[in-house]
């Protein structure tokens, strides 16, 4: 059973670039989440996917969309990237919308220089 | 707004038992998770609690009392291997993280 995939591992990006992160959720699960983790902190919730539509979204600007595909497969995209986007992003499954369990992916580093 | 507040560090010996607290703001909330975090790793599930009392997994357990907007992560007979970061995510409209609390096995 395999648990959930993100591509790619580690990114090198410049300022103004876009950059598009990859995640297969766990077999089973429906709901991906995805989280931006600084380094020395907790993972910052950006947003969640549900039947191929965002559901809920933190306090994150418009440059940072996603978008669900039909096999619960998902995609996190950054435009204008900045410094501070540096962080491992992290994407977390689980089956429906609850919230009690959350499987992570190995997550992608993102660095932007 | 929504927040979780845990302590940064926490040190104890192997075999010892440290109990790891978080409290949080009440408004919208309806569960507390815990997840545990090696260095350089992804965080693990260990706990969920929906409803006041004790949840005991193994050498895990995880408390909540919503009248007290309290709760916390119990780790008994301490290993080398449980040197980690611990964070409790508060269920909101969105998910919310502590800061994460190290902690430090020593021999």
Partial sequence: ?????????????????????????????????????????????IFQYYEEEERQRGNFPDRFSGHQFPNYSSELNVNALLLGDSALYLCASSLGQGFDTQYFGPGTRLTVL | GQSLEQPSEVTAVEGAIVQINCTYQT???????????????????????????????????????RSDSYGYLLLQELQMKDSASYFCQGGYSTLTFGKGTMLLVSP
């Fill in chain 1, 1 to 45: 059973d395999a648990g959930v995939t993100q591509s790619p591992t580690h990114l090198i990006k410049t300022r103004g670039q876009q950059v598009t992160l990859r995640c297969s959720p766990k077999s089973g699960h429906d709901t991906v989440s995805w989280y931006q983790q600084a380094l020395g902190q907790g993972p910052q919730f």
């Fill in chain 2, 27 to 65: 408004s919208g909330f309806y569960g507390l998770s815990w997840y545990q975090q090696h260095d350089g790793g992804a965080p693990t599930f260990l706990s969920y609690n929906a409803l006041d009392g004790l949840e005991e997994t193994g050498r895990f357990s995880s408390f909540l009392s």
